[in-house]
């Protein structure tokens, strides 16, 4: 996932990098101090979420985002403020999200779930499904599994569809909007997870999942976030 931080203050932005590493760890951050090389950054390679502050010199972050709407409407802009009084204008940006300042994990963490799960609602991959192709909302797979050469998809009716593929093939498509690695054999939907136990996640749909040693960590940490960003939600 590409994320933009543009603030004027280094020590700010390195507030919203740490809070953004902390809940998407391989994210691509890229800084800036100035809202007119973020527009032309933008331009040139769109970024998938931007974190935008408000008052700048030379040209403040709502005017940023104006310049940037010129041309885009579907980029989630979070603008990140010390005062309240500019949200009205910010909306007329379209802004996904308004956070104030000093800048805090939790909120963060809350921003980007709910970025997800909206992107997720309406978001779908496509499959070859005996020989048609065929699309499955994100929303509806409880967990995507690896056996032998073949890939299988639970989705939330309990219904699995079964391809011939590899896990790597859906993997990078699918972590970004939700979903996690658990063991080699696979990932799952973390909105589907209905409760942890040791080692193993139980799916909303009655499925057990293992998760193996080498994803525990991982695995658990990307559970946890979600549960307590639906908690501070």
Same mark, same amino acid.
């Given at each position: 996932?590409?994320?933009?931080?543009?603030?004027?203050?280094?020590?700010?932005?390195?507030?919203?990098?740490?809070?953004?590493?902390?809940?998407?760890?391989?994210?691509?951050?890229?800084?800036?101090?100035?809202?007119?090389?973020?527009?032309?950054?933008?331009?040139?390679?769109?970024?998938?979420?931007?974190?935008?502050? *408000?008052?700048?010199?030379?040209?403040?972050?709502?005017? $940023?985002?104006?310049? *940037?709407?010129?041309?885009?409407?579907?980029?989630?802009?979070?603008?990140?403020? $010390?005062?309240?009084?500019?949200?009205?204008?910010?909306?007329?940006?379209?802004?996904?999200? @308004?956070?104030?300042?000093? /800048?805090?994990?939790?909120? *963060?963490?809350?921003? /980007?779930?709910?970025?997800?799960?909206?992107?997720?609602?309406?978001?779908?991959?496509?499959?070859?499904?005996?020989?048609?192709?065929?699309?499955?909302?994100?929303?509806?797979?409880?967990?995507?599994?690896?056996?032998?050469?073949?890939? /299988?998809?639970?989705?939330?009716?309990?219904?699995?569809?079964?391809?011939?593929?590899?896990?790597?093939?859906?993997?990078?498509?699918?972590?970004?909007?939700?979903?996690?690695?658990?063991?080699?054999? @696979?990932?799952?939907?973390?909105?589907? *997870?209905?409760?942890?136990?040791?080692?193993?996640?139980?799916?909303?749909?009655?499925?057990?999942?293992?998760?193996?040693?080498?994803?525990?960590?991982?695995?658990?940490?990307? @559970?946890?976030? @979600?549960?307590?960003?639906?908690?501070?939600?």
């Amino acid at each position: 996932m590409r994320i933009a931080i543009c603030d004027d203050m280094k020590t700010e932005r390195q507030k919203i990098k740490e809070a953004v590493k902390k809940v998407i760890e391989d994210a691509s951050i890229s800084e800036f101090n100035n809202g007119k090389y973020l527009v032309k950054s933008h331009s040139e390679c769109h970024f998938d979420l931007i974190f935008l502050d *408000i008052i700048m010199p030379e040209i403040s972050g709502i005017d $940023t985002a104006a310049e *940037i709407r010129k041309t885009d409407t579907v980029t989630p802009v979070v603008f990140v403020s $010390t005062s309240e009084e500019f949200g009205v204008a910010s909306y007329r940006v379209l802004a996904f999200d @308004y956070i104030l300042k000093p /800048i805090r994990e939790d909120v *963060i963490r809350a921003c /980007i779930k709910r970025l997800f799960s909206m992107r997720k609602e309406n978001r779908y991959i496509k499959i070859n499904y005996s020989g048609i192709e065929t699309k499955i909302l994100l929303s509806n797979i409880q967990c995507v599994e690896s056996n032998l050469r073949k890939v /299988i998809f639970t989705l939330s009716e309990n219904r699995e569809i079964q391809i011939v593929g590899k896990l790597t093939d859906y993997e990078k498509f699918l972590i970004p909007y939700g979903f996690c690695r658990c063991h080699k054999s @696979y990932i799952v939907n973390i909105e589907h *997870i209905d409760s942890i136990d040791g080692e193993n996640f139980h799916l909303t749909g009655g499925k057990t999942v293992k998760i193996s040693r080498a994803y525990l960590q991982s695995a658990k940490k990307a @559970y946890f976030d @979600y549960v307590f960003a639906s908690e501070d939600a």
